[in-house]
T-cell receptor, first 112, second 110 residues
Framework: DAKTTQPTSMDCAEGRAANLPCNHS???????VYWYRQIHSQGPQYIIH???NNETNEMASLIITEDRKSSTLILPHATLRDTAVYYC?????????????FGKGTLLTVNP | DVKVTQSSRYLVKRTGEKVFLECVQD?????MFWYRQDPGLGLRLIYF???????EKGDIPEGYSVSREKKERFSLILESASTNQTSMYLC?????????FGPGTRLTVL
């Protein structure tokens, strides 16, 4: 899997948009970008994934640059419950995607 | 919503005991996984299963075995627990790419 680089920590005010960047400059053509988060002492939670196009679901939006070397996860209206470590990873789809290597992630702290 | 449940949130066992960790998913997913998570080491794959009675070793299978007799249930077995198996154990299931995790079992081996 391609390596990703994320800032160690970020702060965001409650109610504001949280924009979490991720660099994945060595991503290969068949690799997807996935985002997960982990709230303290809980299991990781899947957020969103994408290949080339921007994606949106009920939790977040994912913006992938045209060259696919970086992406941004957007939480449009952050709440205190969004405080967590956010992981960006890249992986193939299908049968080879059994491993899931989380890096250190970004600790997002949402402040009141 | 996908639901993955694990039999215990916290478990304390003694060295040498046989330990069973159970995981159940309710979304008819083909693939199920067992990971352990340790500070500084991230998430490491122990075993995975892509079908009933099928299993594959992950990165750190030593000291563990698994059982998948039914599609919805994937069990992790520590044959003889040791102190270095003290960890957070996470079960996950997936149909395609996205993985859905259970709440985790924090196992302490004394």
């Amino acid at each position: 899997d391609a390596k990703t680089t994320q800032p160690t920590s970020m702060d965001c005010a409650e109610g504001r948009a949280a924009n979490l960047p991720c660099n994945h400059s060595t991503i290969s053509g068949n690799e997807y970008v996935y985002w997960y988060r982990q709230i303290h002492s809980q299991g990781p939670q899947y957020i969103i994934h994408g290949l080339k196009n921007n994606e949106t679901n009920e939790m977040a939006s994912l913006i992938i640059t045209e060259d696919r070397k970086s992406s941004t996860l957007i939480l449009p209206h952050a709440t205190l419950r969004d405080t967590a470590v956010y992981y960006c990873i890249t992986a193939n789809s299908g049968g080879s995607n059994y491993k899931l290597t989380f890096g250190k992630g970004t600790l997002l702290t949402v402040n009141p | 919503d996908v639901k993955v449940t694990q039999s215990s949130r916290y478990l304390v066992k003694r060295t040498g005991e046989k330990v069973f960790l159970e995981c159940v998913q309710d979304m008819d997913h083909e693939n199920m996984f067992w990971y352990r998570q340790d500070p500084g080491l991230g998430l490491r794959l122990i075993y995975f299963s892509y079908d009933v009675k099928m299993k594959e070793k992950g990165d750190i299978p030593e000291g563990y075995s698994v059982s998948r007799e039914k599609k919805e249930r994937f069990s992790l077995i520590l044959e003889s627990a040791s102190t270095n198996q003290t960890s957070m154990y996470l079960c996950a299931s997936s149909l395609y790419q996205a993985k859905f995790f259970g709440p985790g079992t924090r196992l302490t081996v004394l």
